[in-house]
Structure formats: structure tokens, C-alpha cells
């Protein structure tokens, strides 16, 4: 049993109320290499920003838990090392299983998301009062989902969003004790969030996506007042970042995001985590594609994922500071 605190980690309950009472989100950026860890921390301690590092059960497979677990420390003392001590969190990204949860907070996660979204609601119930019982015996914090998101993540997909009942959240959260609630108002996962048929076009020709329903979140909030909220699949999809990759060689079709604005009205409200996977990978691969595309020759690893480190680094950057509101919280 790895204890996250020996770690230098926290967990979200401090960071979620802190983000509530000051009308932000904390960024929860997804990784999976040094290269992306490094770019988050970067960006968050220049910008003064508590982060959450966020991992999905493909990426533990990928980078491997134990060197995970070692990355997370490292990123701890790495933001002490460029000179802010920012708040760090670990984080399972839709965690799909009990035995997969407690993998985790064994490994030094100081926070788990249980998705049992997909289940009947009794099912999602169980499972995630489960995970909680379990995880709160060694203080780490336990995200659950009400409601569908269309798209796929990892393990987790589905056709079609089903939106959050407002009139599940009380009882669900009664029964289950969770700390965070992950609710669907209109986000998905994945870089096309919409099929365009269900978008309207700007003058150029741009994909504009339907509102988020700020009126199930007005009603969420209404209900369980103060209590932390959390939108996944909120990527915005930059389009700039779309055309250099189809610029040189890419073939992303009909890519459509959050409107950063509706991100920046979210944050001022109880949602006080906003999950951002896709906006990442996006930036990493076009400067990877530009660096292939106009130096042919290079093959050292660094002259490319250096680069594209740098973009992740900028647009974290940017989010932290005109889109979430977690700047300058440190």
C-alpha cells in the first residue's frame, strides 16, 4: 500500500471547495508520458494553478502503474523545483471497476472516479457506494457519473447522450457518499463531439455546436447546493490545431469542440473540474506533424517531442488562464 500523501499528492476535497467559493474549475489534464507531464506542470506553475493529473485505465496499461506512480511524485517535486509547490492530484479517469479503484489508491492515487454510468441506476448505485466505502477508509476522494456521454474513452463508450436527471442527484448522492459528481449537460468525448447534422456553420464554414443545457446544471446546482460538479469531455477543439495537422498529412474530418465560452460560464458555477484529453493530443500531434513535414531529415526524438511539448505547455497555459479561472490560485 502506497499512501499518496508520502507522495507529496492531495486529494480534490480542499481543491474542489476553494474552486466553489472562488467561482473557477481545477484543470484536469490527461497524461500518459514524461513529455506530457511535463507540459502540464510547466503550465500550471507558471500560471500559479492547482492541477489534477489524470489517468485512464489505458494509459496505467500504458506508461505502467508503478512508473506512473513515480511520475506523479515526480511531478510534486519538479513544480517545487521550477518554484511553486501547486496542489497535485492523481487522479482514475473513468474507472470502470471496484478491483480497478482500489489498484489505484493501493498504487498512491489520492483520487478515483467509479463509472457506473452505464448501468441501471441501482447497479451505479451499489458500485459506486462500493468504491467509496473503500477509498474513504484511506481519505482518498471518489468521483461517480449520473447521466451518458456520447463518444468514446477508453474502455467506455456509447451512441448517444442521456443527460442527467436532476431528480437522481439527491438520492444518489444520499447512497453513495461520492465527494464529486460528474454530470452530462451536452459534452462528449473525443475531438468529434457532434455529428454535423446537429450543428449549424459560421460564414466560414465552421461548426457551431449545439448549447450546453446550462439549465440542467442550473437545476443540479439548485438541488444539492455547494456541491462539486464535474464536466468530462470538454475539450474545445481548437481550430487551428486541426488545420496544421490536415495541413501536413492529417486527416481529421468534422472536428468540433466546447465553445471556450460556455467552459468559462460552467466554471463560475459548481462545476469546479473540467476534464481536457482531446484539446492535448491535438496540439502534441500537429507540431509533431509540422515537425516531420518541414525537417524530414531529423530523427532525434527530442527535436520533435520537444516541440510539441511546448504547444501542450501554451495551451495549458491558456486554459488555466481565460478558460477554467484556475490562474494565480496558488
Known sequence: MVNYKKLGLVNTREMFQKAIEGRYAIPAFNFNNMEQMQAIIQACVETRSPVILQV??????????????????????????????????????HGDSYELCVSCIKMGFSSVMIDGSHLPYAKNVALTRKVVKYAHRYDVTVEGELGVLAGIEEKVSAAKSVYTRPDEVEDFLTKTGVDSLAISIGTSHGANKFRPEQCTRDEHGILIPPPLRFDILEEIERRIPGFPIVLHGASSVPQDKVAVINRYGGKIVDAVGIPEEQLRRAATSAVCKINIDSDGRLAMTAAVREAFATKPAEFDPRKYLGPARKALKELYKHKTTHVLGSAERV
Open 56 to 93: 485512464s485505465s489505458g494509459a496505467r496499461e500504458y506508461a505502467n502503474q508503478t512508473l506512473l506512480r513515480y511520475m506523479a511524485q515526480g511531478a510534486v517535486e519538479y513544480a517545487k523545483e521550477l518554484g511553486v509547490a501547486i496542489p497535485i492530484c492523481l487522479h482514475l479517469d
